[in-house]
């Protein structure tokens, strides 16, 4: 059977799910991008470094947000809901860090306070989120095999996923935090039970 979720249902899956999409749309362009969030009955609350998902959202700020719960193919979940981002600095950026690291530490598993908190990004005095330190590519770009002959060995281009240089000082591998929620305005649920 098929239908709609009521709105106590919709708000359940919200509140259960901890990953989302968030659909953002700029000149043309479409880029979807799964996310970890937090729900506080209002508002979708989440971090991320700078990079394509934050420059769109700032760009257009219209997002659409997806979330779903899937039993097995004949028992799902999904909501669907659409709203405005908001980048979030000062007190509302530590109230957002509060209720991500609550909604996050409990999933974490039996990890140290220090490595809990690091889960979303630390706030400078001022309230701003401090830059985040990227770690190295874990699948490192290939290097292409001597060819047979004279001539130097050639590597090739870097991995599509490597860390690219940043607008930050030479030698400084940190991309800018960013804390930010969507105020979301208008939701719609189904579900199917078999």
């Known amino acids: 059977m098929l239908g709609e979720l009521n709105d106590q249902e919709i708000d359940s899956v919200l509140h259960d799910a901890v990953i989302g999409r968030i659909g953002c749309h700029v000149a043309g362009q479409i880029y979807i991008v799964p996310v970890s969030y937090a729900y506080d009955g209002e508002h979708v609350y989440g971090h991320s470094g700078s990079g394509r998902k934050v420059a769109m959202m700032r760009e257009n700020p219209s997002v659409c947000f997806e979330v779903e719960q899937v039993d097995d193919l004949g028992n799902w979940r999904t909501v669907i809901a659409w709203g405005t981002y908001e980048e979030l600095t000062g007190t509302d950026a530590a109230a957002s860090r509060q209720i991500l690291l ?27 989120p401090l830059p985040y330190r990227q770690s190295p590519d874990p699948m490192p770009a290939p290097v292409a095999a001597p060819k047979p002959g004279p001539g130097p060995a050639r590597a090739h281009a870097p991995h599509p996923s490597a860390p690219r240089p940043t607008d930050h000082a030479a030698g ?23």
């Open 102 to 128: 609550t909604r996050f530490a409990p999933l974490l598993g039996p990890v140290s306070a220090a490595s809990s908190a690091s889960a979303v990004p630390r706030l400078g005095p001022d309230g701003t």
């Open 172 to 194: 400084d591998s940190r991309a800018e935090a960013v804390l930010y929620r969507i105020r979301l305005t208008r939701r719609t649920g189904r579900f199917e039970r078999s």
